[in-house]
């Protein structure tokens, strides 16, 4: 079995900014929807992925392939931290997962990271290792969590995230200054899908 990390695509949230249609519906120019071409961008750097969605999430209705990997958040309405409590707790028990060295955590909503910048992150992945990306300084998407801190993210409740367990951990965090301004493109409001439409057709 590969040691090589896996992508979780984090997509159970209610993304309330953005208004009353669902955002992981949202069309880009190539036709794709938001969270699909999140999945296409992730799968073309890391060979398993996994879309994180609520129970009630039809992954066909959101232009995911019948087929795609999906893990279930039932606490999805708790908050983030319990979508990645439930997402790293099911990763922590999957046997095809169990030489992993690490987990990318993407948001579905940033399908504009290069794919050169989701290979270096995952050169540097290291069981004892925290990976993120710098742009100009700034920490970005997606961050790679090293499976010595698997448990703690499952540990996790509520809408605080995994910041807490990356503060805990700072001496084991290695940043990569990276020259893509995608790490930082997510879309919180309709007006934000501007920002994708670029010649390759994202």
């Given at each position: ?53 609520r129970d009630d999430d039809d992954p066909v209705a959101l232009g995911l392939p019948a087929d795609a990997p999906i893990l279930r958040a039932p606490r999805a309405a708790a908050g983030l931290g319990a979508s990645l409590a439930d ?116």
């Amino acid at each position: 079995m590969s040691q090589a990390p896996v992508a979780v695509i984090l997509a159970a949230g209610a993304s309330r900014r953005f208004g009353p249609k669902d955002k992981r519906l949202a069309r880009l120019p190539s036709g794709r929807t938001l969270l699909a071409a999140t999945l296409i961008m992730a799968s073309a750097a890391f060979a398993r992925v996994r879309v994180v969605l609520r129970d009630d999430d039809d992954p066909v209705a959101l232009g995911l392939p019948a087929d795609a990997p999906i893990l279930r958040a039932p606490r999805a309405a708790a908050g983030l931290g319990a979508s990645l409590a439930d997402a790293f707790t099911a990763l922590g028990t999957d046997p095809s997962l169990s030489r992993a060295q690490a987990a990318a955590v993407l948001l579905g909503d940033m399908p504009g990271i290069a794919p050169d910048t989701l290979v270096r992150l995952c050169d540097a992945a290291a069981p004892e290792r925290i990976v993120r990306p710098l742009h100009a300084g700034r920490p970005g998407h997606p961050v790679l969590f090293g499976r010595d801190v698997w448990a703690e993210l499952a540990d996790l409740d509520g809408d605080e995230g995994a910041r807490r367990v990356v503060a805990r951990h700072r001496a084991r965090c290695h940043e990569l200054e990276i020259d893509d301004p995608g790490i930082h493109l997510d879309i919180d409001v309709a007006d934000d899908l501007a920002t994708l439409w670029r010649g390759d057709g994202v």
